[in-house]
């Protein structure tokens, strides 16, 4: 916690002189100053979220109907460009107990033909993991992205391509886990795009992702929320006591054709058992579409979404459908969660967005559950700037 305080202090002040220079503006509620080859910024996102859940969400508290409220992220961000060549950037979350998390920390060299980035920064795998929150078209990513696409951690990755074709690849130090005894648990991940059509308002983007990941003998499982965030952890895999690695491998596939879009992802994940005990192969999917019935298109760059502008003061409406499966079955254990969403966006300007999504949940296992099914409606007003 002392370390996230320091680094808000550093950000404030940071912002304060910015204030004081010439030449500084504030943009869309982005604060941005700029002189010469270097610059500044600073935004941020708010996110408040509503969930209504019942049965199979609500499991813990026997299948009745709840509800909550939180705010689901509040995020305040530092770009600092040194030159054409150097940029760095601290972001900092706050949950609802205001308890501060450092997010993104790193620093970044551009070269001539390849990126470098050191510091705490996403792993390169997933499309949908790789769109900022804020762009995503439903208010929680899904369940198999969730479950295997690796999120932040610090290492050192390398990027390079162009408008056709792109790559990134990098090491990493695998999070909360990073430390067993005196042995540090490491990760290699790597990405390749290739996007044949890139035009404004027609995209065609495939994707290979693959991640190998040490660790070091300790027990995996992974424990999902069927995409409703305050509800309670319901899709479940086969659980190993003693896992020596994951290999986890993802294809992607998105198109844009005017105001209608469509992505998917498709994923696998084998653990290597460190003992005489079988090891587990796990998979998932999603399929998305959406339709912008007021005409805009889904934003797109670098291999991945970015931000919706309406095209008129009276805002956009965007219609949302998708379809998700995550099959954490093995050796007679696990569960598979599957959920069908419908989902409305509401965006106001480029700053502010309305989402509401309907979740309906099926729960498969080996042996009976006191609840296979449940349905929640989820909320959100977003802000950022």
């Not at 939180?70 to 706050?94: C, H, M, P, Y």
């Not at 610090?154 to 990493?172: D, E, M, P, V």
């Not at 404004?200 to 290979?208: I, S, Y």
């Not at 696998?268 to 998305?288: E, N, Q, R, W």
């Given at each position: ?10 950000m ?20 941005k100053?700029?002189?010469?080859e ?32 939180e ?25 609802g ?29 997933g499309?949908e993991e ?29 990027k390079?391509?162009?408008k ?55 027990g ?5 929320r ?19 690695s ?8 998105a ?36 339709w ?6 889904r ?37 598979k ?5 419908l ?43």
């Amino acid at each position: 916690m002392h370390k996230s305080l320091i680094a808000i202090s550093v950000m404030l002040a940071a912002s304060g002189s910015v204030l004081a220079a010439e030449g500084a503006v504030v943009k869309h509620g982005t604060l941005k100053a700029r002189s010469g080859e270097s610059a500044f910024k600073i935004n941020g996102r708010l996110m408040y979220d509503w969930d209504r859940f019942d049965q199979a969400h609500n499991a813990s508290n026997g299948g009745a109907g709840g509800s909550q409220t939180e705010i689901r992220r509040a995020r305040i961000a530092v770009t600092s460009q040194l030159d054409k060549r150097w940029k760095g950037k601290l972001q900092i979350n706050f949950d609802g107990s205001a308890k501060a998390k450092i997010k993104d920390a790193y620093i970044q060299r551009k070269g001539e033909s390849v990126t470098m980035t050191i510091g705490q920064h996403k792993e390169p795998m997933g499309l949908e993991e790789l769109t900022s929150s804020k762009y995503i078209s439903t208010i929680e990513r899904a369940m198999v992205t969730d479950a295997f696409a690796p999120s932040r951690n610090i290492g050192i990755s390398f990027k390079g391509g162009n408008k056709t074709f792109g790559w990134r690849a990098g090491l990493f130090s695998d999070g909360d886990d990073a430390l067993n005894g005196n042995r540090q648990l490491y990760a290699v991940t790597g990405r390749l795009v290739f996007t044949p059509v890139h035009a404004p308002a027609r995209v065609l983007h495939l994707g290979l992702g693959y991640s190998r990941r040490d660790l070091g003998s300790n027990g995996y499982q992974f424990k999902e929320r069927a995409e409703v965030h305050t509800a309670d952890k319901i899709v479940t895999s086969y659980a190993l006591s003693s896992a020596d690695s994951l290999r986890i491998t993802n294809l992607e596939a998105a198109m844009v054709m005017g105001p209608f879009s469509l992505q998917g992802e498709y994923y696998t994940a084998s653990v290597d058992s460190a003992d005489t005990s079988p090891g587990a192969d796990f998979s998932g999917y999603y399929v998305l579409g959406s339709w912008f019935i007021t005409g805009e298109s889904r934003p797109y760059k670098q291999g991945r979404f970015g931000r919706v502008k309406p095209r008129s003061g009276a805002g956009a409406w965007e219609l949302v459908a998708r379809y998700s499966v995550l099959d954490g079955i093995d050796n007679n254990g696990g569960r598979k969660g599957t959920n069908a969403t419908l989902g409305v966006n509401y965006y106001l300007d480029r700053s502010m967005r309305l989402m509401v999504n309907y979740i309906d949940t099926r729960l498969d296992a080996p042996t009976a559950l006191a609840y296979d099914s449940g349905k929640a409606v989820s909320t959100r007003f977003q802000y950022i700037w």
